[in-house]
Structure formats: structure tokens, C-alpha cells
């Protein structure tokens, strides 16, 4: 049998986890091959030590079948999760051209719905699977990805993809371990997470609050809850129908994550790198002016943290 090749592009703290988990179900199982693509030190961590993969639960070690350097190094592959910031992703699909056949799955993990549209546009013969996930992660030092909490959800699927080619893919889920909920109608749940992390993202990145301080704190628990009812109109006003208990089901998700986390957007933010201003804000603000609705709170906090950045 041909084995199913899985690639994971950017081992930072989503690739870490979801490539990590992968990578040590498989290690020993010639039905799968699993490669991370990570370059520099981390790469080289990787293939001389393991990553290292720090868990509430305790350490793993884990050993992908392949680490490579560039994207271009990949050769054909069944499935390619995408992990980079959306800045980065343009740059690594202009490298992926021969990885990529008519039966290839794409499956972006990253925050925001542009990225999603990004792949399907660019790669039209394969198929992109509407996916997101909810963990709080993050690359410590090179070779080593932390996970903070136990919270973790991966949310993935597609509306006209055959059931066997979505049932392969969950088996491999399942069978790693890894919590994930398939669905026919994933756009909406993609965005059900974006209407609370582009909320979340950007005010955090502004206020440099911690989840607890948001939710503490009754003037930002407030802002919170008019970005997300702004970007329900935005999304509504796209086709896109959110639920009625939107807000409440979003504040409820702030409530599980570990209070003292932060968002990786405002993470990026407090150390001076780039962000995905653009993609989580920006978006808003962008698709509002487009569809004739007005978002006072998103514009206000667009423009803040655009003059924040450097
Ligand atoms: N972190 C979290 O808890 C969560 C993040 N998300 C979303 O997931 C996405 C990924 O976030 P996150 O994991 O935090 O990001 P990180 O910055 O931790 O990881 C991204 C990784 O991609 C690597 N990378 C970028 N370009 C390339 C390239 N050309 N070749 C090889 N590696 C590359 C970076 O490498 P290098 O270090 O060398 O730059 C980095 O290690 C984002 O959209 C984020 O918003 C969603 C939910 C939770
Ligand atoms: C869930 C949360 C807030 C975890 O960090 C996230 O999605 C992000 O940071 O982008």
C-alpha cells in the first residue's frame, strides 16, 4: 500500500502540536509518513534531538519520518497542513507547486478566512478543506513547542468532498489522538472561531490584557462583546449565517482558556514582530466597508494598532 504522505508546514506552536502529535502516532507505522518543514536551528533541533513537545500532561520527544528546509523540498504529498502566520503564506505557496496534485487535501490551520480563500484560489486543482483550531501554543526555544491548558479543539471539513476521502483523513485524527470535529458546514465554524478570536486578537493586542483581564474587566468585556456583534453583521451581510447565541457561546470559549493566556497576535504585538493585523482586524473593517456596514469599534481599534505598528 502507498503510504500517506502528511506534510506540516511551520512547526511553531500550532505545527508543534497538531505535526508533533502526528509524527509520534506514526513513527512507527509505515502507513503514514510525516514531514515538518522548519528551517534554521529549529530544523536542526528537530532532526539531531526530537521535538520537543511540552504538554500539561507532561514531555514528549517526538521524530518525524522528515524534516526539510523549504517547502520545495517536499516532493508530492496526500496532505499539507498549513501552520505559518498569514503573512507567510503567499511566500510558501510559491514553493509548492510540485507538492501539489489534483488529489492533494490542503488544510490551513490558521487563524482569519483569507488564507482559506488565499489556497483555493491559488491551488484550484486540489482541495482546500475549511479548517481552524483552538489551542494556546507557542515555539519556546528552538526545538521545543509549549502548550499551555488542556483545551484544544481541531475543526475541519468540506461540503462536497467524498465521504471516503473525509473519512481517511478523520481515521488519521482519530487514530493520533487528536480532538477534531468534522463538518459538512465548516465555513461556518471557521468562522464561528474567527468571530471570537478577531474580537479577542485585537483587543488584546491593543489593551495587552490577558484573557481573565478581558473577561474582568466590564468595559472590555463590553468592547468585546460590540466587535463580535459587528463582525456578525459584517458576516451576515457576506451570507454567512452565525448563530443567534453567538456572543455568548464565543465569551463562554474566552471563559475555558487558560486566563492568564494571551493571543499569539498580541504576543507578536508586545515583542515587536510582524502581525496578522491585516488578516484578523483589517479583514473587518475591509469586508464592513464593502458590504456597506459600518464597524465604528473595529475601525477605531484598526487604526490604534495600525499606528502601534512598527
Ligand atoms: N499559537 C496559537 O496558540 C494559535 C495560533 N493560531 C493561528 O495559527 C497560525 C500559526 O500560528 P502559530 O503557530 O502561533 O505561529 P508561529 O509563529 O508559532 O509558527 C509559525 C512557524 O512557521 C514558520 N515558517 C514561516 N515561514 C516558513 C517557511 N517559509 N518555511 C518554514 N517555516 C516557516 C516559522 O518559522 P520561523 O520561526 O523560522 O519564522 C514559525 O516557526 C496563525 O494564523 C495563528 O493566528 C490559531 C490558534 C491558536
Ligand atoms: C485561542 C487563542 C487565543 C490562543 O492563543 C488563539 O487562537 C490565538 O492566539 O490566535
Known amino acids: 500500500m502507498n503510504k500517506y504522505k502528511v506534510a506540516v508546514i511551520g512547526i511553531g506552536g500550532v505545527g508543534g502540536y497538531y505535526g508533533g502529535i502526528l509524527a509520534q502516532h506514526f513513527a512507527h507505522n509505515d502507513s503514514c509518513e510525516i514531514s515538518f518543514v522548519a528551517r534554521g536551528e529549529h530544523k536542526y533541533k528537530i532532526e539531531q534531538e526530537g521535538l520537543k513537545l511540552e ?7 517526538v521524530h518525524p519520518h522528515r524534516v526539510v528546509e523549504a517547502p520545495q523540498d517536499l516532493g508530492e504529498q496526500d496532505l499539507i497542513i498549513f501552520c505559518v502566520k498569514s503573512y507567510s503564506l503567499e511566500q510558501v505557496c510559491a514553493q509548492l507547486d510540485s507538492s501539489i496534485t489534483s488529489n492533494t487535501l490542503l488544510l490551513p490551520l490558521l487563524n482569519g478566512i483569507e488564507g482559506i480563500d488565499y489556497l483555493q484560489e491559488r491551488f484550484p486543482e486540489a482541495k482546500t478543506l475549511w479548517g481552524c483550531v483552538y489551542i494556546v501554543a507557542s515555539k519556546a526555544e528552538p526545538g521545543v513547542v509549549k502548550v499551555q491548558g488542556k483545551y484544544n479543539r481541531l475543526v475541519w471539513g468540506h461540503p462536497n468532498l467524498p465521504a471516503e476521502q473525509l473519512q481517511r483523513l478523520q481515521n488519521l485524527f482519530q487514530e493520533a489522538g487528536i480532538n477534531n470535529e468534522l463538518y459538512t458546514d465548516a465555513e461556518t465554524k471557521v468562522w464561528e472561531k474567527f468571530s471570537f478570536i478577531s474580537p479577542v486578537a485585537s483587543l488584546s493586542s491593543l489593551t ?14 463590553s468592547q468585546l462583546q460590540q466587535l463580535m456583534e459587528e463582525l ?22 474566552v471563559r475555558k482558556l487558560p ?3 494571551t493571543s499569539s497576535m498580541q504576543r507578536d504585538f508586545r515583542s515587536g514582530n510582524q502581525t496578522e493585523l491585516e488578516n484578523l482586524t483589517g479583514y473587518i473593517v475591509r469586508e464592513g466597508k464593502e458590504y456597506g456596514v459600518e464597524t465604528p469599534l473595529y475601525s477605531g481599534l484598526y487604526q490604534e494598532l495600525k499606528a502601534k505598528t512598527v
Open 232 to 253: 456578525k453583521k459584517v458576516a451576515e451581510a457576506k451570507g454567512i449565517k452565525l448563530p443567534q447565541e453567538l456572543v455568548a457561546q464565543n465569551l463562554e470559549v
Open 259 to 261: 486566563q492568564e493566556a
Open 55 to 61: 504538554l500539561e500532561e507532561g514531555t514528549l520527544v
Open 208 to 221: 495587552d490584557k490577558t484573557m481573565g483581564e478581558l473577561m474582568g474587566q466590564e468595559h472590555l468585556s
